[in-house]
């Protein structure tokens, strides 16, 4: 697990401890799911999210 790993810095460390394992989704649809990210860096995410729920 990469957490495991992660956990062995210095600085990450507490922030694992205090906040434990990071969860990710899966996501069905990969383009979507680069499509989201992309818009979300580029654009506020309340604007990523309106033109994400278009489509």
Known sequence: MPHRHLSKDKKLK???AKHGEL???KRKDIFMALCSSIMSQQ???KVADVIE???
């Open 14 to 16: 507490p922030i694992i």
């Open 23 to 25: 969860k990710l989704k």
């Open 43 to 45: 654009l506020s995410v």
């Open 53 to 55: 729920s278009r489509f």
